[in-house]
């Protein structure tokens, strides 16, 4: 054999073993990669939340990233950036890089709502992001001026049924969640009620206390108050059961609407393509943070029932969201 073959055959083996143990150890830029994981975060983390500060939504981030904060051992700065019903954050958070430093605030209207009345998005709401963990969800409640003459859903739908296009009910805007919840009501009872889109939710819970619409599709942070000081009566809970706020209401599904199931959720995502390492860390610390009894407090304060959990889980609920609502779009010719 010749020198050069025996050289040859000496690089060869040389070469197999290298391949051997870089199969084994990895390669230098995997390495990097689970150095970055595990070290995750190193730096402050943006928290974009794709609605005014002092929102509904706004308030629960805070509580949220504060605990998450503490538990990290790095600040997650909130970023409102709100516009287009929540659109504008939402595009801001699928755009961001995928390396675990920005996470958002996804809610019904950014990742349900906004798909099924458009397909004109600057995002897809499944496609460009990492799912991280539901945080929480709160029912609507469905209530009345004091001065309506109904005192049960029953009632109300047999007092519209009378009046045709003469109750009116606010939102906080045209294609907002409540109005698609009003919408499936009157879809599935078979009346016509008068929409009356406000700029805010605290506007149209002002005049239906005071009498200028009769009923209102509320968050329940929001409304319990109203409710609580009979400025306002509870007719039924829009979640599958009944809430400890109001024990004595009744849910939709009682009051003989089967079926009805609407709620307002949050949720943490990212932008797609996350590291699993991280995605897996900052599940883990949401649902510590979600379980732990200061926060669960606060949530329950704002309405919000605390409810981590899995990545899988929200992706699921985020794709039979699209679907429910596209449906009640078509059928009833909603426009945004």
């Known amino acids: 054999m010749t020198r050069v073959a025996t050289a040859t055959r000496r690089r060869l083996a040389a070469l197999a073993m290298c391949g051997l143990v870089?199969?084994?150890?990895?390669?230098?830029?995997?390495?990097?990669?689970?150095?970055?994981?595990?070290?995750w975060p190193d730096r402050p983390v943006r928290f974009i939340v794709p609605f005014p500060a002092g929102s509904a939504s706004d308030i629960v981030a805070r509580i949220v990233a504060q605990k998450l904060g503490a538990l990290l051992g790095q600040q997650f700065v909130i970023d409102n950036r709100s516009g287009a019903s929540g659109n504008i954050g939402a595009e801001a958070v699928a755009r961001a890089a995928?390396?675990?430093?920005?996470?958002?605030?996804?809610?019904?209207?950014?990742?349900?709502?906004?798909?099924?009345?458009?397909?004109?998005?600057?995002?897809?709401?499944?496609?460009?992001?990492?799912?991280?963990?539901?945080?929480?969800?709160?029912?609507?409640?469905?209530?009345?001026?004091?001065?309506?003459p109904a005192t049960t859903v029953a009632e109300l739908i047999a007092l519209a049924k009378a009046k045709p296009h003469e109750l009116s009910y606010g939102t906080a805007g045209q294609a907002s969640l409540a109005h698609l919840a009003a919408e499936l009501f009157s879809t599935m009872a078979g009346v016509d009620l008068a929409h009356i889109p406000y700029r805010s939710s605290a506007q149209a819970v002002l005049d239906a206390t005071t009498g200028r619409i009769e009923l209102q599709f509320g968050t329940l942070g929001p409304t319990l108050e109203q409710i609580r000081s009979k400025q306002l009566r509870a007719l039924a809970?829009?979640?599958?059961?009944?809430i400890a706020s109001l024990p004595d209401v009744p849910t939709m599904q009682e009051a003989g609407l089967k079926g009805y199931d609407v709620a307002l959720w949050m949720a943490l995502v990212m932008p797609a393509g996350v590291a699993p390492g991280i995605v897996a860390r900052l599940n883990a610390t949401t649902r510590q943070a979600l379980t732990s009894p200061e926060v669960v407090a606060a949530l329950e304060a704002q309405g919000m029932d605390p409810a981590p959990g899995t990545p899988e889980a929200l992706a699921r609920l985020i794709h039979d969201e699209i679907g429910k609502w596209r449906a009640l779009v078509a059928s009833t010719g909603l426009k945004p």
Not at 27 to 39: C, F, H, K, L, M
Not at 110 to 131: I, N
Not at 237 to 242: A, K
């Open 22 to 39: 870089c199969a084994w150890i990895g390669s230098p830029g995997d390495a990097v990669a689970q150095a970055g994981e595990s070290n």
């Open 237 to 242: 809970v829009t979640s599958p059961q009944r």
């Open 98 to 148: 995928p390396d675990g430093y920005t996470i958002g605030l996804a809610t019904n209207s950014t990742h349900a709502v906004a798909a099924s009345m458009s397909s004109r998005l600057g995002y897809d709401p499944e496609a460009d992001f990492t799912m991280v963990s539901m945080i929480g969800a709160s029912p609507y409640v469905l209530a009345v001026h004091p001065s309506v």
